[in-house]
């Protein structure tokens, strides 16, 4: 394929960690690339470049009017879009119950609402055009929740994986396919402390969570198994797959954690299964 035929890709959250990589990779390759961030100076520098392939955007996740000026922005230079990357978001470590109402509502508006606004936009272009590949970036987070202290976390990284499964059953017919993204442990900007967010008033009784807080911001943060080059190199070979997979685990720590938390299902499922199907009418 010669850069003049290669897709354009959208991607969010692009300034920094997997979403940087991702647009720096796919500019060396060819590809048309628009890329969204809070500040698109900062981007610009981030990105390192002025080509005429790459078109940085400002925008506002939260506000669905600025998401829409960044995809009708993007079809006026390009033309189209053939590849959606809902990359952006943040983490939140902190116990449900020391989180507020207000910090819990804000993560949610970015990893999920704000993803749902880049989805509602893209998708009239994409369904025009009868073609297009959706990636939503989750969490191995968004299978299995078993980390203290990242519950409202999970719960955004779930609701991705439950919203891009419909997405995918309901856009299928217009040639749109739809991946949710599940990486482990990838040694980017994650886990520092402008990506993620702690709670205003910490309650002392949550050791579990405090240590999880510590072991992921001293420990973990820069020690991360994954390489972020390698996956990013990934995303860009599924995309030119004639069937990308309605869900793609990322690193050997994610599928590690999946089969774990399949066999911990299967296991409950097993041991309540008399009682749990006897439950029709008889």
């Known amino acids: 394929m010669t850069p003049s035929t290669k897709k354009t890709w959208f991607v969010t959250g692009a300034s920094k960690g997997l979403g940087l990589l991702l647009v720096q990779q796919l500019l060396q390759q060819g590809y048309a690339v628009a ?36 995809i009708r922005a993007t079809v006026g230079a390009f033309g189209r879009i053939d590849v959606v ?37 893209a998708t009239p272009q994409l369904r025009a055009q009868q073609s297009g590949v959706v990636f939503n970036i989750s969490s191995v987070g968004g299978f299995t929740g078993n980390f203290p202290g990242w519950g409202i976390y999970c719960a955004t990284k779930f609701a991705v994986v439950g919203l891009t499964e419909s997405y995918a059953a309901e856009v299928a017919r217009f040639g749109i396919k739809a991946t949710t993204v599940l990486p482990g442990y990838f040694r980017t900007e994650f886990l520092s402390a402008g990506s993620v967010g702690t709670p205003q008033h910490p309650i002392d009784a949550y050791q579990e969570v405090r240590d999880s807080q510590l072991a992921h911001q001293e420990q973990i943060n820069g020690q991360q198994p994954g390489d972020p080059a390698k996956a990013v190199a990934l995303l860009i070979e599924v995309s030119e797959a004639e069937q990308p997979p309605l869900t793609l685990f990322l690193g050997a720590d994610a599928y590690q ?17 008399a009682q749990a199907t006897a439950t029709d009418f008889s």
């Open 35 to 70: 890329a969204t961030s809070r500040n698109a100076d900062d981007l610009r520098r981030a990105v390192g470049t002025t080509s005429e392939n790459f078109l940085p955007l400002h925008m506002n996740l939260a506000e669905e009017a600025s998401v829409g000026e960044a």
């Open 85 to 121: 990357v809902n990359n952006a978001g943040y983490g939140l470590i902190g116990s449900l119950e020391e989180l507020s109402d207000a910090e819990s509502r804000q993560n949610f508006d970015i990893n999920v609402f704000g993803l749902l606004n880049v989805l509602r936009q």
């Open 257 to 273: 954690m999946a089969e774990k938390k399949m066999a911990a299902v299967q296991q409950d499922m097993q041991q309540w299964q």
